[in-house]
């Protein structure tokens, strides 16, 4: 088995994003779009030297992110963010308003899908796969994603209970390098993109 070099990347601003709103499909804002050209033009970002493969989510803020960082993204659905069911769209004051006992469940019990969408556990059950299979395939893969799927993967990278996602902060653009060497994955933190 070779060992894999995996960079997970969040994605830049969305107006959603900026807006505290469960999923969609925005675009980058230009906020958004600015920060990740300016990313990929600190000379930290080198793609083509470090990078065998990128994937993205299929959201366009995902794909616009890789693209804005000179890469040309292959759509991995398993990088989706998480089904926020009826409550896609709707801001989390909104949700807060309307369904206070919901969205406590929510936020307190990673099995609980009171939108009628995915749990958090079956967020990471799903990213969980993916991220298994990557292992040992040798490849240095940069994956574009939202800021949940990488709390998730984190998570699930280091054997951490599953609740512990919550204690995590992906901000926008948020680089996560993670190297496996065949038996486990290893978180890596540098001062380097």
Do not use: K, N
């Not at 896609?88 to 949700?95: A, I």
């Not at 009628?116 to 994956?143: F, K, M």
């Amino acid at each position: 088995m070779s060992a894999t070099s995996l960079r997970l990347v969040a994605h830049g601003h969305t107006a959603a994003l900026r807006r505290a709103r469960f999923g969609g499909d925005d675009g980058l804002d230009e906020g958004g779009r600015r920060a990740a050209l300016a990313l990929s033009g600190l000379g930290r970002w080198a793609p083509s030297s470090d990078t065998d493969a990128c994937l993205s989510s299929p959201a366009a803020a995902a794909v616009q992110t890789a693209y804005a960082l000179g890469l040309a993204p292959a759509v991995e659905t398993a990088l989706v963010d998480c089904d926020f069911g009826d409550w896609t769209g709707r801001s989390l004051e909104e949700v807060a308003a309307a369904q206070p006992d919901a969205l406590h469940e929510w936020m307190s019990t990673p099995d609980a899908a009171p939108h009628g969408g995915e749990s958090v556990a079956d967020l990471r059950e799903r990213v969980g796969r993916w991220l298994d299979e990557q292992r040992g395939v040798g490849r240095r893969i940069t994956a574009v994603t939202h800021p949940l799927v990488i709390r998730v993967a984190v998570v699930h990278a280091l054997g951490l209970p599953l609740a512990t996602y919550r204690q995590l902060d992906v901000e926008p653009l948020a680089i996560v390098r993670l190297t496996d060497h065949g038996r486990r994955w290893q978180l890596r933190l540098t001062s380097r993109r």
